[in-house]
């Protein structure tokens, strides 16, 4: 992946304009992105239900939201991006989005740990193929300079997701039960992979880059090359992943946390719990697409200021969050956590596209999503877990508050890897201001 010829490409079409029906495409990405966090936000979100349901613990929460989802989304990523770049992104999408629908109806069926923990693992198969091919797709159809807020745009599918899971979600198991809401919720993922194959045409690969990807195939080898041998990558993968560590981490036990330990009933989780998730993560996500397109101009160290000094100003009100007596002051708190705790998202697709070339864009984004997901889907809801079992059996009255607390320390690990690629970045900009 050339860096200097990514300079080059940006350059280049700096002012070009978007493709036609540009604005569908997002809006439709967008969509299957929702229905993507819907679907695996259920888990946390309908956490005590199911748990009072099939008698889990926190530990065995966590291993199905972590490490068991994870190891396949991870890992089965690589091969789906690989295949995505050198066939239809469109057609990858669709049928992902069917599969990980269906396995979420098949989690409402779940009459055990064991059927549960496969289910969750075969929408892990299915989300797989959703969101690298995306990320090509939505850099073939922006150019250079519209990507960040483009990029923003399309990461409100996590926030809208998680916000309507909580609401509809538990209004659902509310009324009926936890595996009515599984069921319902994948059928609209059904609905989604249609709406792909409809309205989303496949875009000419480098629409905006002087490559001529049509002709080039990537190997598979190739890539993996040259992603691990580029340093801004992995490091902008490695502080995306520290940073997840602490938003799966919370996110997976935040509805649990809220009604054991703070009081909260389903009914008032599916409205407050919903309006600070959405607000929140969607502020977070189109601020910081705004601030890329506007700032990186300036200088691509930004890239990493930006995120690095939104987590600084999270770790504060995150102790608060988790310290607070009542869940009103709780969730007032939380509100400017969801904020700034996303605000890495928008910063690390766009800067891994700019930095891929066009034939390796969809693996690329996939080599992101395993080293950032592994990291913190795989490992930070299955340590949250593992330490809200072991702080109850020392005894603590209140566990899972305690487990928390201890996710503050990577907030601090996040923001140095964000500022050693900071110093990466800027001399990389003034290396390339040398040769110019």
């Given at each position: 992946?050339?860096?200097?010829?990514?300079?080059a490409?940006?350059?280049?079409h700096a002012?070009?304009?978007?493709?036609?029906?540009?604005?569908?495409?997002?809006?439709?990405?967008?969509?299957?992105y929702?229905?993507?966090f819907?679907?695996?936000?259920?888990?946390?979100?309908?956490?005590?239900?199911?748990?009072?349901?099939l008698?889990?613990?926190?530990?065995?929460?966590g291993?199905?939201?972590?490490?068991?989802?994870a190891?396949f989304?991870?890992?089965?990523?690589?091969?789906?991006?690989?295949?995505?770049?050198r066939?239809?992104?469109?057609?990858?999408?669709?049928?992902?989005?069917?599969?990980?629908?269906?396995?979420?109806?098949?989690?409402?069926?779940?009459s055990?740990y064991?059927?549960l923990?496969?289910?969750?693992?075969?929408v892990?198969?299915?989300?797989a193929?959703?969101?690298?091919?995306?990320?090509?797709?939505?850099?073939?159809y922006?150019?250079p300079?519209?990507?960040?807020?483009?990029?923003?745009?399309?990461?409100?599918?996590?926030?809208?997701?998680v916000?309507?899971?909580?609401?509809?979600?538990?209004?659902?198991?509310a009324?009926?039960d936890?595996?009515?809401?599984?069921?319902?919720?994948?059928?609209?993922g059904?609905?989604a992979?249609?709406a792909v194959r409809v309205i989303?045409?496949?875009?000419p690969?480098?629409?905006?880059d002087?490559?001529?990807?049509?002709?080039?195939?990537?190997?598979?080898?190739?890539?993996?090359?040259?992603f691990?041998?580029?340093?801004t990558?992995?490091?902008?993968?490695?502080?995306s992943g520290?940073?997840?560590?602490?938003?799966?981490?919370?996110?997976n036990?935040?509805?649990?946390?809220?009604m054991?330990?703070k009081?909260?009933?389903?009914?008032?989780?599916a409205?407050?719990?919903?309006?600070?998730a959405?607000f929140?993560?969607?502020?977070?996500?189109?601020i910081s697409?705004?601030?890329?397109?506007?700032?990186?101009?300036r200088?691509?160290?930004?890239y990493?200021?930006?995120?690095?000094?939104?987590?600084?100003?999270a770790?504060?009100?995150?102790?608060?969050?988790?310290?607070a007596?009542?869940?009103?002051?709780?969730?007032?708190?939380?509100?400017?956590?969801?904020v700034?705790?996303y605000?890495?998202?928008?910063?690390?697709?766009?800067l891994?596209?700019?930095?891929?070339?066009?034939?390796?864009?969809?693996?690329?984004?996939?080599?992101?999503?395993?080293?950032?997901?592994?990291?913190?889907?795989?490992?930070?809801?299955?340590?949250v877990g593992?330490?809200?079992?072991?702080?109850?059996?020392?005894?603590?009255?209140?566990?899972?508050?305690t487990a928390?607390?201890t996710l503050?320390?990577?907030?601090?690990?996040?923001?140095?890897?964000?500022?050693v690629?900071?110093?990466?970045?800027?001399?990389q900009?003034?290396?390339?201001?040398?040769?110019?």
């Amino acid at each position: 992946m050339d860096e200097m010829g990514s300079a080059a490409r940006s350059a280049n079409h700096a002012g070009a304009e978007p493709l036609p029906r540009a604005r569908l495409v997002l809006w439709t990405l967008t969509f299957v992105y929702v229905v993507n966090f819907l679907d695996r936000s259920l888990l946390g979100i309908l956490a005590k239900p199911i748990q009072d349901s099939l008698h889990i613990t926190d530990g065995q929460l966590g291993l199905i939201g972590g490490l068991y989802f994870a190891f396949f989304y991870c890992f089965i990523a690589i091969p789906v991006g690989w295949l995505a770049d050198r066939t239809s992104r469109v057609g990858v999408l669709s049928l992902a989005c069917a599969v990980w629908s269906a396995a979420t109806s098949f989690c409402g069926l779940a009459s055990s740990y064991t059927q549960l923990v496969i289910a969750r693992m075969m929408v892990g198969v299915g989300e797989a193929g959703g969101v690298p091919p995306s990320y090509a797709l939505i850099t073939d159809y922006y150019p250079p300079g519209r990507r960040g807020l483009a990029f923003g745009i399309y990461n409100l599918g996590p926030p809208i997701g998680v916000a309507l899971g909580i609401a509809f979600g538990a209004s659902i198991a509310a009324a009926f039960d936890w595996r009515a809401a599984f069921i319902a919720m994948g059928a609209i993922g059904i609905v989604a992979a249609v709406a792909v194959r409809v309205i989303v045409k496949e875009p000419p690969r480098g629409t905006f880059d002087k490559v001529d990807a049509a002709t080039r195939k990537a190997g598979f080898w190739e890539t993996m090359g040259s992603f691990f041998s580029n340093p801004t990558l992995v490091l902008i993968a490695l502080g995306s992943g520290a940073t997840q560590f602490i938003t799966y981490g919370l996110g997976n036990f935040t509805s649990l946390f809220l009604m054991r330990e703070k009081g909260m009933t389903l009914e008032e989780v599916a409205i407050w719990y919903a309006l600070v998730a959405g607000f929140g993560m969607s502020a977070g996500m189109l601020i910081s697409g705004r601030a890329i397109d506007t700032f990186v101009r300036r200088s691509k160290t930004y890239y990493a200021l930006i995120p690095a000094g939104s987590l600084a100003l999270a770790i504060p009100l995150y102790v608060a969050f988790v310290w607070a007596p009542g869940w009103a002051l709780s969730l007032a708190f939380l509100t400017g956590v969801m904020v700034l705790n996303y605000f890495y998202l928008s910063s690390a697709v766009t800067l891994v596209q700019e930095e891929a070339r066009p034939d390796q864009r969809v693996m690329a984004g996939a080599l992101l999503l395993l080293i950032m997901n592994f990291i913190g889907l795989g490992l930070g809801p299955t340590y949250v877990g593992a330490a809200s079992d072991y702080f109850r059996s020392l005894g603590h009255a209140l566990p899972l508050q305690t487990a928390l607390y201890t996710l503050t320390p990577f907030y601090v690990i996040a923001i140095i890897i964000f500022l050693v690629l900071a110093r990466r970045l800027r001399g990389q900009q003034q290396f390339q201001g040398a040769v110019a």
